[in-house]
């Protein structure tokens, strides 16, 4: 697929990684459709960014984790752009929890956002996908989808069901659409990690440094533009996996 001229929507495209992706989409000729839940200002200052490329953006409120939301969400993108050819799935949630002090609200929060909001999303979007006999969905999984973090287990849990919602979607939507999945590491930090904990993080890569936002981007551009990868996930992780 040629990006240029092609339509992506990007969930949780207003902060961090979503930004990133979104704003490189850009700069390679696509228009942008931003999601977002609250981070209102900062959906219009990355619109304002791809608009300065010569890229239409719009910004879209919803919560992706409700039908009706992403219902109108993906309705409305496709009535501004008239087509919709790239689906992000980037809109998530990530903190600690204590596996003894978890509750049902943060274990269905995770599921919610990190998981159920994907698939609402990319149901929704297949069906203008495959009426039109083309088209690309990238979720954005987690090297914790594959290792376990024992203070992060609704995270884990969440993306590991991702992963295998990108293998079960690539089946069901061949060979027309192609579903895949990139997997990053340490590329971003939350903002309470300490040093100390950061550094633990990067002596788990093989690279001995930490990636960034870039980086995911740059592996979201690959997939879009490589028709003969489906269900796969590709893991931005500087060689974490294989330590």
Same mark, same amino acid.
Request: hydrophobic share 45%.
């Given at each position: !697929?040629?990006?240029?001229?092609?339509?992506?929507?990007?969930?949780?495209?207003?902060?961090?990684?979503?930004?990133?992706?979104?704003?490189?989409?850009?700069?390679?000729?696509?228009?942008?459709?931003?999601?977002?839940?609250?981070?209102?200002?900062?959906?219009?200052?990355?619109?304002?960014?791809?608009?300065?490329?010569?890229?239409?953006?719009?910004?879209?409120?919803?919560?992706?984790?409700?039908?009706?939301?992403?219902?109108?969400?993906?309705? %409305?993108?496709?009535?501004?752009?008239?087509?919709?050819?790239?689906?992000?799935?980037?809109?998530?949630?990530?903190?600690?929890?204590?596996?003894?002090?978890?509750?049902?609200?943060?274990?269905?929060?995770? !599921?919610? %956002?990190?998981?159920?909001?994907?698939?609402?999303?990319?149901?929704?979007?297949?069906?203008?996908?495959?009426?039109?006999?083309?088209?690309?969905?990238?979720?954005?999984?987690?090297?914790?989808?594959?290792?376990?973090?024992?203070?992060?287990?609704?995270?884990?849990?969440?993306?590991?069901?991702?992963?295998?919602?990108?293998?079960?979607?690539?089946?069901?939507?061949?060979?027309?659409?192609?579903?895949?999945?990139?997997?990053?590491?340490?590329?971003?930090?939350?903002?309470?990690?300490?040093?100390?904990?950061?550094?633990?993080?990067?002596?788990? %890569?093989?690279?001995?440094?930490?990636?960034?936002?870039?980086?995911?981007?740059?592996?979201?551009?690959?997939?879009?533009?490589?028709?003969?990868? %489906?269900?796969?996930?590709?893991?931005?992780?500087?060689?974490?996996?294989?330590?």
């Amino acid at each position: !697929m040629d990006i240029e001229n092609k339509v992506a929507l990007v969930t949780g495209g207003a902060r961090r990684v979503g930004r990133e992706i979104a704003v490189h989409l850009a700069k390679l000729g696509a228009h942008v459709a931003l999601n977002y839940k609250t981070s209102h200002e900062q959906a219009q200052q990355v619109a304002r960014e791809i608009s300065d490329l010569g890229r239409d953006a719009l910004t879209i409120k919803a919560d992706v984790s409700n039908a009706q939301d992403v219902e109108a969400m993906i309705t %409305t993108a496709i009535g501004h752009f008239g087509r919709l050819d790239v689906l992000i799935n980037n809109a998530a949630i990530f903190y600690k929890t204590d596996f003894f002090e978890l509750s049902e609200n943060d274990w269905d929060a995770f !599921m919610k %956002t990190n998981l159920k909001g994907p698939f609402l999303c990319s149901r929704k979007a297949a069906k203008h996908l495959l009426s039109h006999g083309a088209g690309k969905i990238i979720n954005i999984a987690d090297v914790g989808g594959v290792r376990a973090w024992k203070s992060y287990i609704p995270y884990c849990v969440s993306k590991a069901g991702l992963i295998m919602l990108t293998k079960g979607m690539a089946k069901a939507m061949a060979p027309d659409v192609q579903v895949n999945a990139v997997a990053p590491g340490p590329v971003m930090f939350p903002e309470d990690y300490t040093a100390d904990e950061k550094n633990a993080v990067i002596e788990e %890569t093989v690279l001995k440094r930490p990636g960034s936002p870039a980086d995911v981007a740059k592996a979201v551009q690959f997939l879009i533009e490589s028709d003969y990868i %489906t269900g796969e996930v590709l893991f931005v992780d500087g060689g974490g996996m294989i330590i």
